[in-house]
């Protein structure tokens, strides 16, 4: 049997029996145990698909197939992400502040839609510790376990306790603690679960944060990349491109999460994001949107869970991809299936 079909037949069984947090918990334990093993690293490139790079605001991408933001909130196992092969990973969100995220159980698996529904709320190690870990990173000396030969983008969000009046300044402290670190940077306004985060997509707040992002910037020069729910009016959404294109973003992330969980049968449904192949098409439209009005590059990311998925995302005006919910569903084997279809 390949590896691919390992995971599919015996894997995913074993981390399914568990429940959704523990099995993910148990994964980045793994991964985290293999970025340090550079015997596990060949066993991990196994599934790495044949190169196919890719220049994207000015980073080369081996292939174009990222890990999305929230699988490795606090960058423990960057080297892992790249000997499995992605061409780019994102580590966070993370907050200024370290936070515990809401009450368990959070994470929520509907295998029939391929789908899940979180609403972690941002669990995540805090900007300090994170920044520690990742220039330690970048210190170590090349080879498997230090800083990989693929982009590592990080994905900034508003600590919980924040007020909202204080959010920019929340993000800058990040900003200026993890820009150095990164290769790009993401600011994240479209969580579901971090109560008024949202908010920060609308016109006066996007402005002053953007805008004050780039004050920030012209040091690091690093791209910045604003990544965006899929519930968005098309007024919206031309209100952000504008405003995007007038304050220096390099990318969009299209999209986060939905709040639309009209594909989860009323007695299963639960509060939080979903993700996952009933996202797809919603996604794709807004990629579609966007590029009809604009040549902004775009991240893909909802509901790509194989090669017709991802081509469907780069027909519509994407440059790069993310998997996450697919990557849960279909294994480490997911990500040559795609590279080769494309
Ligand atoms: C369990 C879980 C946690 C997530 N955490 C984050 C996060 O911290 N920051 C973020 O920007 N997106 C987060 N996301 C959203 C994903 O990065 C991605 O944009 C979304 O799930 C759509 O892609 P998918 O359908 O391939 O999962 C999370 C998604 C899931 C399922």
């Given at each position: 049997m390949n590896a691919a079909g390992l995971y599919?037949?015996?894997?995913?069984?074993?981390?399914?029996?568990?429940?959704?947090?523990?099995?993910?918990?148990?994964?980045i334990r793994n991964l985290r145990a293999a970025s340090n093993w550079p015997v596990a690293h060949r066993q991990l490139e196994r599934f790495r698909p044949v190169p196919k790079p890719t220049t994207v605001f000015g980073l080369t991408f081996p292939n174009p197939i990222g890990l999305a933001a929230g699988f490795d909130k606090n960058g423990v196992a960057i080297p892992a992400w790249a000997a499995l092969g992605f061409g780019f990973?994102?580590?966070?969100?993370?907050?200024?502040?370290?936070?515990?995220?809401?009450?368990?159980?959070?994470?929520?698996?509907?295998?029939?839609?391929?789908?899940?529904?979180?609403?972690?709320?941002?669990?995540?190690?805090?900007?300090?510790?994170?920044?520690?870990?990742?220039g330690a990173l970048r210190e170590s000396p090349e080879g498997v376990r230090g800083w990989p030969a693929i982009p590592v983008g990080i994905n900034l969000g508003k600590s919980k306790v924040t007020p909202f009046e204080e959010a920019v300044e929340d993000y800058l402290y990040s900003f200026r603690l993890l820009a150095p670190l990164a290769d790009y940077v993401v600011l994240n306004v479209s969580s579901p679960n971090t109560p008024g985060l949202r908010s920060l997509q609308e016109h006066n707040a996007l402005k002053q944060l953007l805008g004050a992002v780039r004050s920030a910037n012209e040091r690091t020069q690093r791209p910045v990349l604003l990544k965006i729910a899929p519930d968005l009016?098309?007024?919206?959404?031309?209100?952000?491109?504008?405003?995007?294109?007038?304050?220096?973003?390099?990318?969009?992330?299209?999209?986060?999460?939905?709040v639309d969980h009209s594909a989860i049968p009323g007695s299963l449904d639960q509060t939080g994001g979903l993700s996952g192949r009933p996202l797809r098409e919603k996604s794709t439209q807004i990629i579609r949107a966007i590029r009809a009005r604009s040549q902004l590059p775009i991240i893909a990311s909802g509901g790509i869970s194989d090669a017709a998925s991802a081509r469907e995302?780069?027909?519509?005006?994407?440059?790069?991809i993310q998997v996450y919910t697919g990557y849960v569903y279909r294994g480490p084997g997911l990500l040559r299936e795609i590279a080769e279809g494309l």
């Open positions: 599919q037949s015996l894997v995913r069984p074993l981390l399914f029996a568990l429940s959704p947090e523990a099995a993910h918990n148990l994964a990973v994102e580590v966070g969100t993370v907050t200024a502040k370290p936070q515990p995220g809401n009450p368990k159980p959070r994470i929520f698996r509907y295998p029939e839609q391929e789908a899940l529904i979180n609403r972690l709320g941002f669990n995540n190690d805090g900007a300090d510790a994170v920044a520690a870990r990742l009016s098309v007024a919206d959404l031309e209100q952000i491109i504008t405003t995007s294109e007038q304050n220096g973003i390099a990318g969009i992330i299209a999209t986060n999460t939905t995302k780069l027909a519509a005006g994407a440059q790069l």
